[in-house]
């Protein structure tokens, strides 16, 4: 279904931005279940893709937004913060030394 949903017209347009340019917003909603974000984020030969059109017209029912969650090597979450844990010397730690992470990625 994803790969019917990829096909493009002359304009590039996919069947998702036909149906949000034309507020057809019941079948958007029904057939944007069958998509992945490369689909939704394919671009018209206008340079406008799915989302565009969408918040262009207003028109955000129906669009849901997944956040994927990915493992990161240094850290993990705990609720809403991040954890890292590192292991010091005690000596290091009862004297206040600074641990220092040049960059998080």
């Known amino acids: ?25 019941e079948i958007f909603s029904c057939l944007l279940k ?21 918040a262009k017209l207003g028109n955000l029912v129906g669009v ?3 956040i994927v969650e990915k493992h990161h090597s240094f850290f993990r979450r705990v609720g809403d913060d991040l954890a890292l844990t590192v292991e010091i010397q005690l000596g290091k730690a009862l004297t206040s030394n600074n641990f220092v992470m040049n960059e998080l990625m």
């Open 1 to 25: 279904m994803n790969y019917l949903m990829a096909s493009q017209n002359e304009s590039g347009k996919t069947a998702l931005y036909i149906l949000a340019e034309n507020s057809f917003q």
């Open 34 to 54: 069958f998509c992945d974000a490369k689909v939704v984020k394919m671009r018209s030969k206008s340079d406008l893709n799915t989302f565009h059109v969408v």
């Open 64 to 66: 849901t937004f997944v």
